[in-house]
C-alpha cells in the first residue's frame, strides 16, 4: 500500500512540474518565439521595399570584396528577363533570370544556374511544408534576387597581381552536352575566359544530399597562372528560429582540432568575421531540420571563414573556405574537388557520409546537446521501435 501511495504521489509531482513548466516556461517561451518571428518578418519587410536594390552575390572569400563581373562576361542570356535595378524579383523571376541545368532526384528537385554556376535552387521533395501530402516541398537554396537568398558557389580566386580572368556571379557557363543533373547522369559545365584558359566543372550528386565538384582549369595560354579554389554559401536575411539555447541554428562547422565552433546569427552580427587556420574542417548553415554544409577535402589546409556584412541594409552571413594555391604551367591543368551537402538532417543519412568520407564529426551537424552519450542512444532506440511495429 506504501509503494502504491508513493508512486502516486511521484506520478502527481511529476504531472504538476510539467504542468507548472509549460505555465511559467514553456507558453511565454512560445508567445516570445512568435513575437521575435512577428519583428523579424516586419524587419525583412521593411529591409525590402518596393524599390529597394537588388541583393548583392556573395562575397569571394578572404578579399571581403563581392567579385565583379569579368571584362567580356555575358551577364545576362539573350531572351532572358534581367533583374531590375531597384527590386527584388520573386522566386520565380529570380530563377528565370538564367539559364539552368536542372536536378532531378529521388530527394532533390532544383537547378543550376548557368549565370554563375550557382547551385541556388533546391527542393526537398520527401518534406512538406505542412503535414498535408499535397503542400508543397521545403524549399532549402534559393537564388540571389529572390525574397530569401540561400545559395552555394564554388570557383578560383586569382592571385595578387595575376591578370588572369576568373569566371564571376555573372558569368555565364555554357553546359558540354544536355539533359539535367541526376543521379545517374553528372553534368559539366565549361566557361572559356578567352584569354587562354578554360574552366571546366563537373558536378555529380547521390540519391540523398550530397552533391560532388570537380574543378579543372587548363591553361592553354604561354604563361603560367596562379588561382586559389574557394567555396561559398551565402544566406541573405535571418530565417525564422526556434530561438531555444538548448538547440543551435545558425553558422556551425568542426574546425579541424579547434573542434566544433557554432555561431548565432545574432553572435555573427556582433563578431562580423571569424577566420579559422585548419585541416579537416566542414563548415555551413543549420536549421532545425535541414543544413547546407561545404565539405572540403579532409586533408586540405583550408583557410575557413564565417562572416557577416550588412549591405543595402541587408542582413547577408556567409561561410567559405579558400584553398591553397595553385600554379598552373602552360599546357597543363590544375585540378580542385569540393562537396556540398544540401538536405534533411536524417540522422542515419548524416551517419553514414560522416563514416563513409571520414569526416570530422559531422554527426554534431545534429545538436545532440551536452548530454549526447544518452540523447542519441534513445534517439537510435525510439527509431528502432518505430520500425518494427
Not at 511559467?24 to 521595399?49: C, L, N, S, V, W
Not at 586533408?299 to 556584412?309: G, I, L, P, Y
Not at 598552373?328 to 590544375?334: L, S, V
Request: glycine residues 8%.
Amino acid at each position: 500500500m506504501t509503494d502504491q501511495k508513493n508512486t502516486i504521489l511521484a506520478i502527481v509531482l511529476s504531472a504538476l512540474v510539467l504542468i507548472g513548466w509549460q505555465i511559467y516556461f514553456g507558453i511565454p517561451q512560445m508567445e516570445k518565439q512568435k513575437q521575435i518571428q512577428q519583428q523579424q518578418q516586419a524587419q525583412e519587410r521593411a529591409q525590402q521595399p518596393p524599390g529597394a536594390p537588388a541583393q548583392q552575390p556573395g562575397t569571394t572569400p578572404q578579399t571581403g570584396a563581392p567579385p565583379q563581373a569579368a571584362p567580356g562576361a555575358t551577364p545576362q542570356a539573350p531572351g532572358l528577363p534581367a533583374a531590375v535595378p531597384g527590386q527584388t524579383l520573386t522566386r520565380e523571376a529570380a530563377l528565370a533570370a538564367s539559364p539552368r541545368v536542372h536536378i532531378e532526384t529521388p530527394s532533390l528537385a532544383g537547378s543550376i544556374a548557368l549565370k554563375g554556376a550557382r547551385i541556388d535552387d533546391l527542393a526537398l521533395i520527401k518534406y512538406r511544408e505542412t503535414v498535408d501530402p499535397k503542400s508543397p516541398p521545403i524549399v532549402l537554396l534559393a537564388p540571389s534576387g529572390s525574397p530569401h537568398p540561400f545559395y552555394s558557389e564554388f570557383g578560383w580566386v586569382v592571385a595578387a597581381g595575376t591578370a588572369a580572368k576568373a569566371p564571376t556571379a555573372d558569368t555565364l557557363w555554357r553546359q558540354e552536352g544536355s539533359g539535367a543533373l541526376t543521379v545517374e547522369h553528372p553534368v559539366t559545365l565549361v566557361y572559356d575566359n578567352g584569354e587562354g584558359l578554360e574552366f571546366r566543372r563537373t558536378i555529380a550528386v547521390d540519391n540523398k544530399y550530397l552533391f560532388t565538384l570537380k574543378d579543372e582549369v587548363v591553361n592553354k595560354g604561354a604563361a603560367p597562372v596562379t588561382l586559389y579554389p574557394y567555396a561559398l554559401i551565402s544566406r541573405h536575411g535571418i530565417p525564422p528560429t526556434l530561438g531555444y539555447y538548448i538547440m543551435h541554428e545558425g553558422l556551425i562547422g568542426v574546425m579541424g582540432d579547434k573542434g566544433l565552433q557554432e555561431e548565432t546569427y545574432a553572435k555573427m552580427e556582433e563578431k562580423k568575421s571569424e577566420n579559422f587556420d585548419v585541416v579537416n574542417a566542414w563548415l555551413g548553415f543549420t536549421d532545425k531540420y535541414w543544413a547546407a554544409t561545404l565539405l572540403p577535402d579532409i586533408t586540405a589546409k583550408v583557410r575557413a571563414r564565417f562572416s557577416f556584412e550588412l549591405s543595402n541594409n541587408i542582413k547577408k552571413f556567409q561561410t567559405d573556405y579558400l584553398l591553397d594555391p595553385q600554379t598552373i604551367a602552360p599546357g597543363a591543368t590544375a585540378t580542385a574537388h569540393a562537396r556540398l551537402f544540401a538536405g534533411a538532417k536524417e540522422v542515419e543519412v548524416v551517419d553514414h557520409y560522416d563514416t563513409e568520407l571520414k569526416l570530422n564529426r559531422f554527426e554534431l551537424l545534429i545538436d545532440w546537446g551536452y548530454f549526447r552519450f544518452v540523447t542519441k542512444p534513445m534517439f537510435l532506440a525510439l527509431d528502432w521501435i518505430y520500425r518494427q511495429v
